[in-house]
């Protein structure tokens, strides 16, 4: 339609029920759009969304020749696209198509009637105005490159990287640590079910390594990425091993002959490493690193035992970090989370204390492969005759994290069954409310009700070795009010673990800088909608899974990954994708070269030309944030959809009205 | 050939638009041969009765500078408007309000009492304020109201062209009265005479950098620039982004000095102040709240150097109550 053809718009009122007409005086809305110069159909339905709701606007588009429309309901995050659809549907143009909400900004945070009504009107009324200066836009296709990127080596990211080779396309696995596997290879057992962590965690990193069509790159880092859905450039940089992964054996005498010892971090500092080790001994990659901080050759070049004793030679000190270019077309982010370590943890005797463990460290010493083997014992080797477990440490808390972690109350209780199944010990869980919402864990609380722990209401204050009669002598004395009872307590224990809960992963800030997106005020992705599309981020060709996105607990985790799989399969199998037509562009007529609208662009898609002297916008890349719009000084780089004169004019409707 | 008749006019303004008509030179006498001037109170003495007289659009041309401050000026261009063919808004006062309109900043009261009363060098024990109608013994003295805000010309008559610049470069008046004189077809009603439609940056020669970062604001008076780089790059802020090219680059390469901002906004902006402070809001190079507070305060009147020429066409209109 030509700019300066006469506007018929068609304004629609949506009674959402009785959502907004209970607030909003629905007739006067509808009278008041009636008015508006250039309105020539003003109706409200009951739910403007149904098929009759959407037939009813065909109809009158048809009827009364209408070129604009207005919707005036939810906001447009929930139905701008069924609309637009309609329009479509009618051969118009479905950028020709506005809408005002009615409901969240207006019905729902009021319940003035007179006020809600008059919003509403000024809304529809800028609404009217702005509709009249919309212009048609193309809509565009863009080719999705098939490969996928996988942040993240836990059982989110393997999940994740499974289902889509397994699906016959290309992954491309990014792992910080030397070998995939996460927090849950360090578990020994899991909530509810109590099955081996290893036992169905390795079968699945094996797969990871041998499948054919992952390229798994450990020791690895993403810096940089670039471009677009579908289409996206990523820098990946792998840190230098010093072992040459093709030759070596896993043989493991390098490990036995490194003199170094050095904490183990896969064993929470509980046990110690060499300067060569892996992480883990079902580690995949199962072959050794180099850590170039701790290794005498490579900080004095004195020793090279490693390289005296590896047979095949694949011991190799001049090894260096390499960059990896590659190109996929989505990518997952399953970053994860780390153990919370806030400063309270002194005021419950960790890192004063000899047997004041956190939960990671207590998974370690449980664990099998751990450093005592499985057994829970004390710092002087003997058994527990108490222990207790204090929930929500940093979780739920003002002063740390508010939110609550989630998984802690089940990790807790585990915990309890496993000491009660290997000491006998008495066993004292602090909690300040059992969360045991999931299949089968309240089932598994009642259990473990049932194993005689005895479970105390209450936040607790402190530990503290110092006794106040015999019977705490010698022991973790721990303060806490029993809140069930109105009892202040002390408790004697021999072991305390304390129920740390789950944070962000570090690494995050560069996450969010390089794949644009955003994240919450505890530090993890925000989803692109928290309920309808909660893997998806407000990147597209972004996927979120797992822990990132906040606490999860491993079932969880697992259908997330799932869940980006398909999301990451759609793209590839649609082959195309329709992006936004509302991107900025330039006019070269205006644009005087000041340069100022290159640096703001988030995408990169702004470039100088040399020989013109002007900003050249690259469309494909340009999102339309407008963020050069804003910035461009003269009104040469503009907004498709929201120039300043359709936001000028949909402010003064507002105003006027 | 009969003579163009021509009238030239202040209004709130300071003078330096007519000293650069005579800085024409001796062109000047080239509008002498062409021109009957009806009208030019700086330079000669004509009586407003005389204008009063004047048959309705006599004047061929009227080139009107100043901003209109009070009911004189309002009189003036109205009445000008009315005798004149043609009104150009002459110079940066006349177009967008110039200096005079920073005080649309303030209220008429603060500005009234500031000059009358609170002013260092002013002894005013009774605190005796201007009103336009002072009754003395003898008669009634009536002195030109002063407004509340100050208006650009075309806020308050209908303008045919405007001719910018504070004072406008000689070189562009001349090509305006040699174009008005040669009775050439005159561009459309509406047009900025002498300037483009791009930005000031366009004609600037300075070496600008890609990716603009502003970590700190400085000031003219305590560096020396460098000459070949963008001013902004410098951390001077340079209103030449957000200004019209036409002016011959007076300050930015003549002078060295960062653009003022005196040809006016371009055509595709509204407000010229706003979108400086829009501009440069993105450039600022910190995430930190305090930080930016830090950078911003190092520029002591943001408004004032934003809408040195324009206060009068911002969407801020003036100080509320």
Not at chain 1, 230 to 235: K, M, S
Not at chain 2, 83 to 88: I, Q, R
Request: proline share 5%; charged share 25%; hydrophobic share 35%.
């Amino acid at each position: 339609m030509a700019r300066n053809e006469e506007s018929r718009v068609g304004v629609f009122v949506c009674h959402c029920g009785v959502n907004i007409s209970s607030v909003v005086n629905i007739d006067k809305v509808v009278q008041a759009a009636s008015q508006q110069e250039g309105v020539v159909v003003a109706k409200d339905y009951k739910f403007m969304c149904s098929t009759p709701g959407q037939e009813m606007i065909l109809a009158d588009i048809k009827e009364h020749k209408l070129n604009r429309i207005i919707v005036a309901a939810c906001s447009p995050r929930l139905h701008e696209e069924t609309f637009k659809k309609v329009l479509f549907t009618a051969g118009l143009n479905p950028y020709f198509f506005q809408m005002a909400n009615i409901r969240e900004q207006d019905a729902w945070v009021t319940e003035d009637k007179e006020l809600a009504t008059g919003k509403a009107i000024s809304l529809v009324t800028g609404a009217i105005r702005r509709v009249r200066l919309h212009e048609s836009l193309p809509t565009r296709e863009v080719d999705i490159k098939p490969g996928v990127l996988v942040i993240g080596g836990g059982i989110t990211g393997i999940e994740a990287a499974l289902q889509i080779a397994d699906a016959g396309h290309k992954v491309v696995l990014v792992e910080r640590e030397p070998s995939i596997g996460g927090h849950m290879a360090q578990f020994d057992k899991t909530f509810p079910t109590l099955d081996c962590s290893a036992c169905i965690l390795t079968p699945k990193m094996n797969s990871v390594g041998t499948h054919p069509n992952i390229n798994l790159m450990t020791s690895s880092e993403v810096t940089d990425v670039s471009g677009y859905i579908g289409n996206y450039d990523v820098t990946v940089k792998t840190k230098a091993r010093f072992v040459n992964h093709d030759l070596c054996t896993s043989c493991g005498d390098c490990m036995e002959k490194c003199p170094v010892k050095v904490p183990s971090e896969f064993d929470e500092g509980l046990e110690k490493r060499g300067a060569i080790y892996t992480l883990f001994p079902q580690g995949v990659p199962n072959k050794p690193v180099i850590d170039a901080e701790n290794c005498l050759m490579l900080i004095k070049e004195k020793c090279g035992l490693c390289e005296k004793v590896c047979e095949p030679g694949a011991i190799d000190f001049k090894d260096r970090e390499k960059e990896t270019s590659i190109t996929v077309g989505s990518i997952i982010t399953a970053t994860g989370y780390k153990f919370a370590k806030p400063s309270i943890l002194r005021d419950y005797g960790y890192g004063i204390f000899d047997n004041v463990l956190t939960a990671p460290e207590f998974e370690r010493l449980n664990n099998s492969a751990g450093p005592t083997v499985g057994e829970i014992l004390l710092k002087d080797g003997g058994k527990p005759q108490s222990v207790a477990i204090l929930h929500c440490i940093g979780s739920r808390d003002k002063n740390f994290n508010e939110y609550c972690s989630k998984v802690c109350c089940m990790y807790s209780l585990k915990f309890s069954h496993l000491v009660k199944e290997k000491t006998g010990a008495e066993v004292f869980e602090f909690y300040i409310d059992i969360r045991a919402a999931g299949k089968s864990y309240e089932e598994f609380y009642d259990r473990i009700r049932e194993e005689d722990v005895h479970f105390i209401r209450g936040k607790v204050g402190s530990v503290t070795n110092i006794p106040l009669n015999d019977e705490e002598k010698g022991k973790l004395v721990v303060i806490a009010e029993n809140t069930l009872a109105g009892k202040r307590l002390r408790v004697p224990v021999d072991m305390v673990i304390l129920s740390t809960g789950l944070e962000c992963s570090d690494g995050v800030t560069d996450m969010t800088r390089m794949l644009k997106l955003s994240i919450d005020k505890d530090g993890f992705f925000i989803e692109k909608h928290p309920k309808l599309a909660p893997t998806e981020t407000a990147t597209d060709g972004i996927y979120i899974a797992g822990c990132c996105s906040g606490p999860k607990d491993i079932p969880e985790s697992v259908a997330s990954a799932q869940a980006t799989a398909a999301m990451a399969l759609k793209l590839i199998s649609k082959g195309k994708v329709e992006v936004e037509a509302t991107t900025s562009w330039i006019n070269e007529e205006l644009c005087a070269g000041c340069k100022l609208c290159i640096g703001v662009c988030p995408y990169n898609a702004i470039e100088y030309d040399e020989e013109k002297g002007i900003s050249i916008l690259n469309e494909v890349l340009c999102k339309g944030c407008g963020t050069c719009a804003a910035t461009c000084p003269n009104g040469a780089a503009m907004a498709r959809h929201f120039n300043d004169q359709q936001i000028l004019n949909e402010i003064e409707g507002v105003l006027l009205s | 050939m009969s003579k163009l008749n021509l009238g030239i006019y202040w209004a709130a303004s300071c003078g330096g638009c007519d000293v650069a008509i005579l800085d024409i030179h001796e062109k000047i006498l080239d509008v002498n041969d062409a021109c009957r001037i009806h009208l030019w109170p700086i330079a000669m003495d004509f009586k407003y009765e005389d204008i009063k007289e004047l048959e309705d659009s006599f004047l061929d041309v009227t080139l009107f500078n100043g901003a209109i401050r009070n009911s004189e000026n309002e009189e003036l261009a109205r009445l000008l408007r009315r005798k004149s063919k043609v009104m150009v808004s002459f110079g940066s006062c006349a177009h967008t309000g110039g200096i005079p309109a920073l005080a649309n900043l303030y209220d008429k009261t603060d500005l009234l009492n500031r000059v009358y009363v609170e002013s260092e060098s002013t002894v005013n024990p009774e605190k005796i304020i201007p009103t336009p109608k002072t009754e003395v013994e003898e008669s009634c003295l009536e002195i030109p109201e002063f407004y509340d805000r100050v208006y650009s010309l075309a806020q308050v008559v209908d303008v045919d062209y405007f001719v910018p610049g504070c004072p406008p470069n000689p070189e562009r008046i001349w090509e305006v009265l040699e174009l008005i004189i040669s009775g050439k077809e005159l561009p459309p009603k509406g047009s900025v005479i002498g300037a483009t439609n791009k930005s000031l940056c366009d004609e600037c020669e300075r070496e600008k950098k890609d990716d603009k970062k502003i970590a700190e604001f400085r000031r003219i008076d305590r560096m020396i620039p460098d000459p070949e780089i963008c001013f902004l790059d410098q951390g001077l802020i340079c209103l030449g982004p957000v200004t019209r090219g036409g002016c011959g680059l007076q300050c930015v390469k003549q002078s060295a000095m960062p653009c003022r901002g005196c040809y006016g906004l371009p055509p595709d902006i509204s407000d010229q102040g706003a979108k400086m402070i829009s501009s440069l809001a993105p450039l600022i190079d910190s995430n930190d709240p305090d930080k930016i507070k830090e950078i911003l305060d190092q520029q002591p009147d943001l408004a004032g150097y934003f809408y040195r020429f324009s206060m009068s066409e911002s969407y801020l209109e003036r100080k509320k109550p």
